[in-house]
């Protein structure tokens, strides 16, 4: 199983109905236990990759650290994220991938039309040389009704986006990130998820999460 830098993945057999957005959205309440399956899909095709189960182990005034494995329990990833709920570090038998000082999907407290600004710097143990930076605008767009395979959901989509300049042994190079979630509170998380880059101009990467199942810890 393929675990990537910009994996964000989360949630409990609830119904999904929709519910009435609050005007103010505060950061998830995760608990020791909370366990979520998601599909990753090649997004250009819409072709299934890889299907992720993660577990929540730990919960501190450090962060929150999950476990991320494949259905059958295989090849084990840590993840830590920060106590607002963004991604900082996967740790995998093969390499080690860190952002600095974390990947800023989220800006909790959320409401529609919020915006937010940081800079993030991406490191991999199984690059080395390489450089990657990243100056990145997230957006709080509003909410819509998102259908995965886990439901519908009345969920809050966020966008994140902005230019990256990059350089490893061989030379240097610049691009695009483009992010796009719809985060659920009734899931702790976002029930899809959406990454985009380029090299220059040149679409890149594309993978899309969705959300299968989910269990909250009450």
Known sequence: MRFLLFFLMLGA???AAAQAPAERIEGPAVKVGDAWIYNKLEGWNNVLEDISVVRVKRVGPEGIF???TGLDGSNPALIQRT???NL???QAPKFTKTT?????N???PLWVGKTWKDKVAF???DQPGKEVHAELEGRVVGFESVTVPAGTFFALKIELGGPYRARNLEGSWTGRIEDTLWYSPQVRNAVRYEYKDTTGTSPYNHEIHELVDFWLVP
């Open 66 to 68: 999950m476990e991320a």
């Open 106 to 108: 989220f800006s909790f």
């Open 88 to 90: 900082v570090r996967i």
């Open 123 to 125: 490191e991999s143990t």
């Open 13 to 15: 057999l609830l119904p």
């Open 83 to 85: 106590a607002d709920f």
């Open 100 to 104: 600095l000082p974390y990947y800023p």
